[in-house]
């Protein structure tokens, strides 16, 4: 079954002389659980594909369908619902609240959708993700691959059905970096879901089953 269906996608910013073409004719799609990577040079496109697949941004011209869905058609407070119920996010910053322990960022999500945490699929993610022992640590307690893997954990809690993860390890050294891609393949498989990831480094876009190159906006065979 397909996830995402993508016709004729165009994202513009700004006007006249200062027009920028981000994204300038994409039409693809995505099948559920499909684990796929996005590459190109800096500026190609690629953190604004992904930004209008989750609905962070709106595309300027085309159709975004999702499940069935299309996004484009939805209201600012639908586009969110729909955010909040099928998609969780793993950006290259971390984006934990400082002055709150891991448990209640990673709970956030949840609290936020249901008004309530389900126990159980939280302590199956902190054990997935090795954090039992740091749950009532502030987030400056951690090293920076302990809080990436605490941003995915809070991408997790929701049980969301796509996983997008923008440079994940940008801010990591390469052992962590590794760890990280482990955990995110890892949690994909074993919850089915269709993990989208960003990334400069080519060996790591090799892993996903299909990688899509984005150069000048376009994707290129």
């Given amino acids: 079954m397909k996830a995402y269906k993508l016709e004729h996608v165009k994202v513009t910013y700004g006007t006249g002389e200062s027009k920028v073409e981000a994204i300038k004719d994409i039409s693809l799609e995505i099948s559920e659980n499909e684990i796929i990577s996005v590459i190109g040079p800096s500026g ?14 709106r ?4 159709k975004v369908t999702y499940q069935g869905i299309e996004m484009s058609a939805l209201n600012q407070r639908k586009l969110a619902k729909l955010r909040l119920q099928n998609f969780g996010f793993v950006f290259q910053g971390f984006y934990l609240i400082p002055t709150m322990t891991v448990r209640d960022n990673i ?6 959708d249901k008004g309530k945490v389900e126990v159980g699929l939280f302590e199956e993610i902190i054990s997935d993700l090795n954090l039992g022992n740091r749950i009532k640590h502030l987030p400056n307690q951690l090293s920076g691959g302990e809080k990436q893997r605490v941003a995915i954990a809070r991408a997790l809690m929701n049980k969301p059905k796509v996983i997008f993860a923008d440079e994940p390890t940008g801010n990591l050294d390469s052992v962590n970096g590794e760890k990280v891609f482990e955990l995110l393949f890892k949690c994909a498989k074993k919850y089915k879901q269709t993990l989208i ?9 090799k892993l996903a089953e299909r990688s899509l190159l984005i150069k000048d906006g376009v994707l290129v065979d």
């Fill in 197 to 205: 990831y960003v990334t400069h480094d080519k060996d790591k876009a």
């Fill in 59 to 62: 595309a300027t011209h085309g």
């Fill in 44 to 57: 190609a496109g690629k953190s604004t594909l992904l930004n209008v697949l989750s609905g962070l941004e």
């Fill in 107 to 112: 709970w956030l999500p949840a609290i936020v």
